[in-house]
């Protein structure tokens, strides 16, 4: 976001709808909801249509309409991860190490979704026997997931420029905070306690001995504290839902044995430690796993523990991870949490990390930015090209001028006849240079992109199961497109919807495509299967000059 004063960022999970507004660092517009019946990670599409249903009203209302804005979000396969490589091996080689590492942790091919990689430390020194590590954070999700969140917020008037899975970015923050905080000669950890994951990063001075994700969060204590419990010293239960257990988890923090911090709060403290003990009970453990195999015996005693992130929020949290752990519990600086106290959402780690959260993008983006490179490194070429030819031609041109005027004198007889024949070859190769000119620039250029290239490639890329039935090539001075109408087939692998998607993705991939833009779409029924019509205009790398339509018959698997 550099260059930037005004940032944009959104947050969506299953838990939790965020737009978030700042100007020069400062909070200026702020809006945040919960989906108003739970959902899991499971009820993707469930948790596009509740944030498209908020972001429909708070777009207008914040005047962010066609902004650039950053996405956090946590989806159903979302994969993040540090991996460690030896310093002396470069960044290069790190990338790749990591980009191996993750192709084996993940369930979708790496090659064909949305991942990254990006060093994110680099060991100053190293432990005796040791030599410095650099360390390497690795993204990656499947395609779908990204395309179906860009489509979301394209519909609601925003322009997303970077998908920051919300575990990467917390990953990414703890080990920031970690940096920032860690003094030499003091060992210390820094748990940074999310909404649904959490972080434990430990190092000393300019070494990182480990950053580790763990599946526990905020809603992880909140979805405990919904379960029965006592209210007061009487036998009667009651169950908060999820709405009255965050507010008790944020507003009285963790109860002790002697009571809450919040002396209004009537809920018999002693009914609701055991809920929270199995949540507190993991991140104890793996604290403390993570300290044993991390830092050399003499280093342990003096670890100095902190806690950041949305989770920083809640009373008691640190001193009681820090008594389970055995270390020293540091209260560090203000909670890195959300702008408003009533929001502690995953968009923190980015506010955290001064908006240079590691991010994702669709394939179209990086293929944009590919060809940006390509037309880029294509300028240069045809501008050095340019030079020359146009250098050759003022040759030629020149030289064609002075035979005429030659030619000229002696056509008054002040030149002999084998002058005559010399100026005659003389402009003969003037010409031959010009047509050498041009014959150089087409070369470098082309007459013309063909129709026939664009459709082979549109063919390539129809899958069994959608048909196109008209195809409009079409240029009109500023840009070339190709607007398409078709329908998509449920079978009985994939959904109508799934398999435009799939459709959509291929063809924002395709080198020839710049961009797409869905337009209407409609369901309709096809021999008892579920259809949906629609018409998707691509933006193309080029097209020769004027119009053209090419419509197909529409019967099942024809191509154009």
């Not at 002058?419 to 041009?438: C, D, F, I, K, P």
Request: charged share 20%; proline share 6%; aromatic share 4%.
């Amino acid at each position: 976001m550099r260059g930037r004063t005004r940032q944009v960022i959104v947050e969506v999970s299953p838990t939790r709808h965020e737009l978030a507004v700042f100007e020069q660092g400062r909070l200026i517009g702020h809006r945040a909801a919960r989906p108003a019946e739970e959902l899991g990670l499971s009820d993707w599409p469930a948790i596009l249509r509740s944030l498209g249903a908020e972001l429909e009203n708070w777009v207008p209302d914040l005047g962010v309409r066609g902004e650039p804005v950053i996405v956090v979000y946590t989806g159903p396969d979302t994969a993040a991860s540090i991996f460690d490589a030896p310093a002396s091996a470069g960044e290069q080689r790190a990338r790749l190490a990591a980009k191996l590492a993750m192709a084996g942790t993940i369930s979708f091919p790496l090659e064909q979704n949305a991942h990254a990689e990006i060093c994110i430390f680099r060991d100053g020194s190293a432990r005796e026997g040791e030599q410095p590590k650099l360390r390497t954070l690795a993204l990656a999700d499947t395609e779908a997931t990204i395309l179906s969140l860009a489509m979301t917020l394209e519909r609601s008037g925003l322009t997303p420029t970077g998908f920051v899975p919300a575990p990467g970015a917390s990953l990414a923050a703890a080990v920031h905070a970690l940096r920032c905080s860690a003094a030499a000669g003091s060992p210390g950890v820094v748990l940074w306690i999310g909404e649904h994951s959490s972080v434990i990063a430990g190092g000393e001075g300019d070494r990182l001995s480990f950053a580790r994700l763990i599946p526990v969060g905020t809603e992880t204590m909140v979805e405990a504290l919904s379960a029965p419990v006592h209210a007061g010293r009487s036998d009667n239960t009651i169950a908060l839902d999820r709405f009255s257990a965050r507010e008790l988890l944020f507003a009285s923090g963790i109860p002790t044995v002697d009571g809450w911090s919040d002396r209004t709060t009537t809920i018999d403290p002693s009914a609701v430690l055991p809920l929270l003990q199995p949540v507190l009970q993991r991140l104890v453990v793996e604290t403390k796993q993570s300290i044993r195999f991390g830092f050399a015996p003499e280093q342990r005693p003096r670890v100095l523990l902190r806690v950041a992130g949305p989770g920083a929020s809640i009373s008691g949290l640190g001193t009681t991870c820090a008594g389970g752990v055995g270390v020293r519990f540091v209260q560090g600086a203000a909670p890195c949490a959300s702008p408003q106290d009533a929001t502690l959402g995953d968009l923190a780690s980015v506010v955290a990390l001064g908006w240079k959260a590691p991010s994702l993008t669709t394939r179209d983006a990086a293929t944009k930015r590919s060809l940006a490179a390509t037309r880029h490194a294509i300028v240069v070429g045809a501008s050095l090209g340019l030079l020359a030819i146009g250098a050759h031609g003022v040759e030629s041109w020149q030289r064609l001028q002075d035979a005429r005027a030659t030619l000229t004198l002696l056509a008054g007889g002040s030149e002999t006849a084998s002058s005559a024949v010399r100026a005659v070859q003389s402009s003969v190769a003037a010409g031959m240079g010009l047509a050498r000119a041009e014959a150089t620039r087409k070369q470098l250029f082309g007459a013309e992109t063909p129709h026939a290239d664009i459709l082979r490639a549109l063919a390539a890329l129809t899958p069994e199961g959608v048909e196109i039935t008209e195809i409009t090539l079409s240029d009109d001075g500023e840009a070339s497109r190709a607007s398409l109408r078709g329908v998509a087939h449920a079978g009985e692998d994939m959904s109508d919807s799934d398999r435009f998607s799939a459709y959509s993705a291929g063809l924002a991939a395709c080198p020839l495509v710049l961009g797409t833009t869905l337009g209407e779409t409609r369901r309709t029924m096809n021999s008892d299967h579920p259809s949906l019509s629609f018409n998707l205009s691509l933006q193309l790398v080029a097209l020769p000059t004027g119009a053209r339509t090419a419509a197909v018959d529409g019967q099942e698997g024809t191509q154009p």
